[in-house]
């Protein structure tokens, strides 16, 4: 294993204690923010209110639109109370439905060693029971990465959906979840 990967190895770890203790919580503001945390160019934030297409769905319904449309993404683990990593799944304002991704684009070894259903091999898609509880968990997962460049992702924002792209792909790649879960 090279000492990069082994570094990314540590402060992985270190930052998924930080992530897995979070309470998800973050700030009202009222004005739609780029949410994408690793790219110069703004990515649209899908608005602040539930869009016709996400309305009740659940995550894997989501992902399924999303990898009708990119074909590199590819289901992962559906989380549930009792795999849940972050203990988020039905707590209040958080997650009420989440399933992991992979992006077959991503090199096996930039994810070497990381567990099957990290996010870091393709992303997450978590749904929430409001826009606003959606945006709050971007934030924060935005804040608590924001010093630490090998953790960073994208983030696509659509009603109650959050959508949580590896940074391992390039923006126009990431880009593709976006435009699809928009579209």
Known sequence: MTMRRALLLVVAGVASVGLLTACGGGGKDASPK????ISAGPVGDGGSTAA???GSATAQEV????????SAAKPGTVV???ND?????GRPHQYTSKQTFTD???ATSDTEGLDKDDSLRGGAVEVFGSADDA???SEYIQSVTKSMPMLAEYHY??????????HFLTPQQAGEYGAALRG
């Not at 780029?34 to 945390?37: A, D, E, I, N």
């Not at 990593?85 to 799944?89: H, I």
């Open 104 to 106: 077959s684009r991503i």
């Open 52 to 54: 016709p297409s996400a």
């Open 34 to 37: 780029p949410s994408l945390t």
């Open 80 to 82: 549930t109370a009792e």
């Open 63 to 70: 992902l399924a639109r999303l990898s009708a449309k990119v």
């Open 135 to 137: 945006k709050a968990r």
């Open 85 to 89: 990593k972050n203990k988020l799944l």
């Open 157 to 166: 924002l659509d009603g109650p959906v959050l959508v949580r792209v590896s």
